[in-house]
């Protein structure tokens, strides 16, 4: 008995890869192509040689940084949509850093991400203070800000930091030597980074799990007025949430330009932020289950511009994967509760006892 | 400034604003019932994607209006089905929903992309057309244009002057008032999200085959955001509502004004094409925030109560809960 059930839980949690992927199938057989061969190309094109494994991994950093840090906001009941602005402005500050301070690689990399995670620590509490006292819905203020940030990148880059050799959408020059993360060899990928990565996760598990702070957070998420009432400071603790997210959103931004592309660039969000949002939203805002999702996603994000390469499709294929398994995550659990809910109202018929009351989320 | 040009340039407003109005409105109605439909912004542009695909194949410009309605109403009856009957969150369907729309509008329209296609025809309205001013400015567009303003009208017609859109108004404001008088609530939540959805998908129909022609990559670049935003902005109003979006057209106009004068020249057009965004949004910061509750506190009154009343609108009670009928 117990063993079948174990069964039909793994089932279950498989339901929604597997109804995710059938859509995507429908898709590619829609478009006349071979949806073997489609998924073959990504898996290949994620995992072939050790210099896409390390491409994969060093995917997985952003990914892990903020969506780590929107698992802290929605524990909070708060939608943090300003990660991409945020992920910006820790860019630029490190770029500050980067261009300004010619030390030694050492410090000049501490304080770079010192810099990253402050910029955008800051911008993520601009969030919060635009929610907290200009009554501003934090997705739109978010929203607002992500654009102010764009706007401040790409004037930053067409006027004080433009190359010698006039400025364009290929970003600033190259930073100086120090100012590069260490890579693994030739590969591209910074140990560094992966090392921050897994301390942000592990040390995130402790906050929202062990501390007083994190239990805080959870009630405000549960219950906003409720959690108020009961002497929790919320407009601190909210801050203090988007400020936590919104730095390690920077974190990830100064370690793009200094892992990655060395320089600034206009697109150095790159989408990062409204990815992460899944990824947070799969690992159901639980930071432990993070990395592994956010594997799943990188591997995705590395292996599907091969479609464009060898199949002449267009790559956001992946993007269309990994949306739809969300989906379908939603889609599964909410059937479930339903066929649940059905259950426990013919038990009630059966006993002819009346109805609970059922409680409004 | 002569009057010609400030007319053209009205004029063009006025056509450029279509996918905004239409996106605004259908989300009013949706929200008037209780449900969020964040999906906008994909929405519009996979509906955008589907409208010129299928006009483009077709050859039919009607039959791409109809493809995305269809499109829209689809996502909308998606998160209509999530939402209410499966009870997950609906900000969080949505959100999913616009990534989802977003990637596949960019997958499936890759083999569309620049690729010159059929318009709406232009089309001014035989007699209206020659008023002076107004004539230029609302009665020689073509016919998606007039679609938009009638949307307006009609909506605003429905809610708040016939039966049914009292029932509408119920079922947003007070769900459980509702049931008690006999109304289904969440089937009535299903048939405005869907309406709603359709607008949505008309919106961005309008987009590729009236306004931007074609099909490229990010073609309606954060319409459906804005669209969300002048919903809460024009506080829930139709009127209000339509004010947000031509004033959201005023601004992109100004910009691409301001942009045409050498005196900015060195300012990247990014900024310009991004900058009105920015600014939408922290309009609704205006509207919302507490500093405008003390500067009101200082005025009489009444004069206070008259202009708040006018900024900003109440959401409505039940918007964004399930509603749970036992």
Known sequence: MKITSKLKNVLLSLAPILLALLFTTLILV?????????????LSGAFESPEKIADVVAACVPLILCGVGMSITFTAGQWNVGVEGQIILGAIFATWVARNLLWPQVPVLALMLLAGTLGGALWGALAGLLKVYGKVHEIFGGLGLNYVAQGLAIWLIFNPWKPADGATMSGTDP????????????????????????????IACFLLRGTRWGLELKAMGKHFRSAFMLGVPSTPRLLTAFAACGGLAGLAGAIRCSARYGRMIPEISGGQGYLALLVALLAGYRPQWVPLIALFFAAVGVGSPRLELNMHLDSSLGGVLEASVVLAVMLVNGWRALLARRQARQDVGAGLVPAPEEEVA | MDTNFLVRTLSSVVAASTPVILASIGETISEKSGVINLSLDGSIALSAMMGFAVAFTTGSVALGFLAAMAVGALIALTIAFASITLRQEQVAVGFVLTMLGLELADFLGNPFVRKPGPSVPHMPIPYLAKIPILGPVFFDHNLI?????????????????????????????????????GVNVNRLRYVYTVIGGALVGLAGASYSLSIK?????????????????????????????????YLFGLLKALGSIL??????????????????????????????????????????????????RIIRGRSPGGLGKPFVQE
């Open chain 1, 175 to 202: 930073f100086p030597d120090p100012a590069w993360m260490p890579r693994l060899g030739n590969l591209r990928v910074a140990p560094l980074a992966v090392i921050l990565a897994l301390a942000v996760v592990a």
């Open chain 2, 213 to 245: 022609l074609g099909w490229s990559h990010r073609h309606t670049f954060g319409i459906g955001w804005i669209a969300l935003a002048i919903v809460i902005f024009g506080g829930w109003s139709p009127w209000r509502v339509a004010a947000g979006s």
């Open chain 2, 145 to 181: 244009v007039y679609l938009s303003l009638l949307s307006i009208v009609v909506t605003w017609w429905w809610i708040s002057r016939t039966q049914p859109g009292l029932k509408l108004q119920g079922v947003g404001e007070r769900p459980e008032s509702a049931f008690a008088r």
């Open chain 1, 30 to 42: 829609a478009v006349g192509a071979p949806p073997g061969e489609a998924y073959l190309n990504i």
């Open chain 2, 259 to 308: 942009q045409r004068n050498p005196a900015f020249a060195a300012v990247p057009t990014q900024i310009f094409s991004s900058a009105p965004f920015a600014l939408m949004i922290f309009a609704l910061l205006l509207v919302s925030s507490e500093g405008v509750d003390r500067l009101l506190a200082l005025l009489p009154t009444r004069l206070a109560r008259t202009i708040d």
